[in-house]
């Protein structure tokens, strides 16, 4: 298992939130990293919704510039000023699985066939 903070990722990293429902139900909500202050919380930017609500025990998923990073948390409390936006609790470990094995760069290169 891997520590959050060794993930170094960068604000704008696209999350998806899943609350846990009761019996089979789950509902899942997209989110943008914003950042974290290390062993605090997590803050994402995420719409308003009624169902995140301080307590909630979540599972999350987001990217990372090679891979998927996948953790349980929970939802330290959620505001609406300036803007949506959710405090997670620090994960104790996260799980990344990797998808490629070194960071995409964009290139401007002509190439001619």
């Known amino acids: 298992m891997t520590q959050f903070a060794e993930l170094k990722l960068l604000p704008g990293a ?50 990372s510039p090679t891979g998927i990073v996948t953790f349980a948390s929970q939802i330290e409390t959620a505001g609406t000023a300036p803007f949506a936006h959710l405090f997670l609790q620090w994960p104790d470990a996260v799980h990344v699985r990797n998808v490629r094995a070194a960071v995409r760069f964009n290139v401007g290169v002509s190439a001619q066939v």
């Open 14 to 63: 696209s999350m998806r939130i899943t609350l846990s429902g009761s019996g089979d139900k789950s509902t899942a909500i997209l989110a943008k990293y914003i950042g974290s202050l290390p062993s605090q919380a997590i803050v994402a930017a995420a719409p308003a919704n009624p169902n995140l609500r301080a307590g909630t025990k979540v599972a999350v998923s987001m990217t």
